[in-house]
């Protein structure tokens, strides 16, 4: 039977998702063991890199909301904006959306703001002012 690894490594990508969507069930099953979270997360980082929305929005499931470290979440976050991907397929952004995060979101806002690009409402979502009333209400 191949490893979990090995039929990311050497599948294409409908099959990478299938492991990422496997990841993310063991995830809400609280199920994944330690050796599982390590190749998990190596996984979830190596899918973070791809250019296919279909990879990164399944990569941010709910194996990254449980395991992947703050660092590459955000990025992840930050990635899929980027790429025009809703942010509800990324798992408990409530949660994890820190004042870092929100750091992140303004300077890629600014960023578009100059070169003339519209802000789409999920980037705006993640800016400070908004970051802030969250952080109120919690």
């Known amino acids: 039977m191949e490893s979990i690894e090995e039929r990311y490594r050497d599948g294409d990508t409908d099959e990478r998702v299938r492991v990422l969507e496997e990841l993310n069930r063991l995830a809400v099953a609280d199920a994944a063991g330690t050796a599982i ?9 190596d899918a ?5 929305p279909r990879l990164v ?3 941010m499931g709910a194996f990254a909301e449980r395991h992947l470290p703050d ?3 955000r990025h992840g976050v930050v990635k899929l904006v980027f790429m025009g991907v809703p942010l509800a397929v990324v798992a408990g952004l409530d949660d994890r959306a820190d004042a870092e995060l ?14 003339g690009r519209a802000i789409p409402g999920d980037l705006r979502a993640l800016l400070p002012e908004t970051h802030a009333r969250r952080e109120e209400a919690r």
């Open 102 to 115: 929100a750091r992140m979101a303004e300077d890629l806002a600014e960023e578009r703001e100059a070169a």
């Open 71 to 73: 660092h590459d979440w």
């Open 48 to 52: 973070l890199r791809a250019n296919d």
């Open 37 to 45: 979270r390590d190749t998990g997360v190596a996984l979830v980082r």
């Open 57 to 59: 929005a399944t990569a």
